[in-house]
């Protein structure tokens, strides 16, 4: 996989990883991620994902990934047995944040931590206007069947630092469009701009 | 495991095989066993698919699991109707593809398809061991295996695979000779049996020895505890289906009837199925083997024997790289069971990679015909022959 194939957030995320460093991808899906991390950066790459099909997907590949609950799994780890943990696009979906964040800084020097922007102009606009809970690209879900249980802002995720304790090392505010293939950081008002947040986190 | 020898449908196949046979242990040098008898010389039938390369690091161990043989793949003649057992997945272009690895697969110690068990001659009295055969372990059966890949001048494996007690013997080798093996995938398999697993076992030999021909396992020269067998068998595999597989499979069909008969007959479908298994199994299997097979998985118990009761400290000293499967309708080894092993590999840092795969057929899926465990196993080896 070339790096343009790469989904804008992730190449994102790539581009922050050290080369041959151990990662565990937390909810890691097909294991887009994960693979050309592997080629291009030469990782020790472990992934952990819910659904078999994904799985069976991600260990074609040739990729180290077991099927599981990632709140549940994460646990079994030793500490800091990797260099980075990387929650992508999963957050939202998990029940208690805090305690995977916890875990994520125990089994990992850092964290990465990526999530639909809830502050968005878009999501703000039809919540005003239509009052109804907004659907939009990135949070494409109605109110009752979304797997997005906990709905958060950029500026949401800065507070939610300091309260759970751990410290934001870096961070990209981006848009995305062609499905997600290309992008742009917004540094404008992010928060009202970006229709994600990636976030590199460490130990406080 | 069952019977589920189907030719492959693509007609890809290894082609002519030839059983072979290693004989080692003589005396005096004989073969220590677990349980602390010696025994020798010994007999291992094996066979062997694809081409050992010139670095001798293509090779993948297969390990049959209880009623399995060294016969894996391929017809042994033109005119057999059936190829080995798991010719669906070892063959030119498969799950385990011959035109790269080479495989190899033995008959254990104990079993009755060529290596040495009870219905061997004992030399030492030149009449059949019958149960004065020693008590044998999945630990024996992985040494004589050694014994025969040693005898191969083959220094390391790349892989080695094998489902239910194949898989025991997959997780024995790699606990007991950590550096030989690169890479192993434990399929529907446990560390240790469950109480269940156990009380069917137990039942299924009680069934063998209450058979009057049994005669305290010395029947080679007279009539055979055939309905001992039997019933085990049928025993066996009610274990290996599942609820589902068999609501599907059978129901309350009826067997060539259109009515209840009001008799003691195989009314039903599946009492049809499973006396024809049975009888199908004794024409092949020795009655003391089942015994003596059953009774090592029984005793298999990786904590207990390596980690003083931890799991986690039983797989310490492992360095393969491992592919757990499991199914979720598997009764007999239920994926918790799994989830526990691939915990402990976890705890270890070992590279694990673990797939459920969601299958009704209940224990016996990992012998049929699945796109999703060839393809799982095909990754996973290329990236194992890739990280050597």
Redesign the interface.
């Known amino acids: 996989m070339k790096p343009d194939q790469l989904r804008y957030d992730l190449k994102i995320i790539a581009s922050w990883i050290e080369p041959e460093s151990k990662i565990l991808g937390l909810g890691c899906g097909e294991g887009d991620l994960l693979f050309w991390l592997k080629k291009e950066k030469n990782v020790k790459e472990r992934g952990i994902e819910i659904e078999e099909a994904k799985v069976v997907k991600c260990i074609e590949k040739g990729l180290s990934v077991l099927q599981g609950d990632i709140n549940e799994e994460v646990e079994d780890y030793p500490d800091n047995a990797f260099d980075y943990a990387i929650c992508s696009q999963t957050l939202q979906q998990v029940y208690e944040p805090p305690s995977l964040i916890h875990s994520m800084m125990r089994v990992a020097k850092m964290g990465v931590v990526s999530f639909p922007n809830f502050g968005h102009i878009k999501v703000r606009m039809q919540l005003a206007f239509t009052g109804r809970a907004p659907v939009t690209k990135e949070l494409p879900y109605s109110w009752h069947d979304t797997p997005n249980i906990r709905v958060l802002s950029l500026n949401d995720f800065e507070k939610f630092s300091s309260q759970v304790g751990f410290k934001i090392l870096k961070r990209a505010a981006i848009n995305t469009r062609n499905n997600h293939r290309q992008g742009k950081m917004v540094n404008f008002l992010p928060n009202l701009f970006a229709t994600y947040g990636i976030f590199l986190i460490g130990k406080e | 495991m069952s019977e589920y020898i189907d030719q492959d449908q693509t007609g890809a196949s290894v082609g002519i095989v030839e059983k072979q046979f290693f004989t080692f242990a003589a005396p005096p040098g004989r073969l220590k066993l677990e349980g602390g008898a010696s025994i020798g010389p010994l007999t291992i039938a094996y066979e062997t698919c694809g081409t050992l390369n010139k670095d001798k690091n293509n090779v993948i161990l297969v390990l049959h699991a209880l009623s399995g043989d060294s016969h894996m793949a391929g017809y042994y003649d033109p005119k057999d109707t059936k190829p080995g057992w798991w010719d669906i997945m070892v063959g030119p272009g498969k799950g385990i593809d011959t035109d790269k690895y080479f495989v190899i697969c033995s008959n254990i110690i104990g079993s009755c398809s060529g290596s040495t068990g009870p219905a061997s001659i004992n030399p030492e009295t030149s009449k059949t061991y019958g149960t004065h055969f020693p008590l044998i372990t999945i630990g024996d059966m992985v040494e004589t295996q050694k014994a025969l890949i040693d005898h191969l001048e083959i220094k390391s494996l790349l892989s080695m695979i094998g489902g239910s007690i194949g898989g025991m013997q997959v997780l024995e080798w790699c606990v007991r000779y950590p550096d030989m093996v690169k890479s192993a995938i434990p399929l529907a398999t446990t560390t240790q049996h469950s109480a269940l697993a156990i009380a069917f076992n137990e039942v299924a030999r009680q069934a063998i020895m209450a058979d009057p021909n049994w005669n305290d396992g010395h029947y080679y020269s007279g009539k055979k505890p055939d309905m001992g067998l039997t019933i085990a068998r049928m025993i066996g595999h009610i274990t290996y289906l599942s609820d589902e597989s068999m609501r599907l499979k059978f129901g309350r069909k009826l067997q060539n009837r259109s009515a209840l008969s009001f008799e003691f007959g195989a009314e039903f479908q599946v009492e049809s199925y499973l006396q024809h298994q049975g009888n199908k199994f004794i024409e092949r299997f020795d009655a003391n083997s089942f015994l003596y097979i059953t009774k090592a998985a029984d005793y298999f118990d990786l904590a207990r024997q390596y980690g003083s009761g931890s799991l986690v400290k039983a797989f310490s000293k492992c360095k393969s790289?491992f592919?757990v499967v499991s199914y979720t309708s598997d009764w007999l080894y239920p994926t918790y069971q799994s989830?526990e092993m691939?915990?402990a590999m976890?705890?270890n840092?070992l590279?694990?990679?673990?797939?459920?795969?969601?299958a009704q057929w209940g224990h016996d899926a990992f012998l049929l015909p699945s796109d999703?465990l060839d393809?799982?196993i095909?990754?996973?080896l290329?990236?194992a022959s890739?990280e050597t």
């Open positions: 790289k592919l989830k691939v915990k976890k705890k840092n590279d694990v990679s673990f797939c459920e795969i969601d999703r393809n799982l095909k990754g996973f290329r990236s890739h």
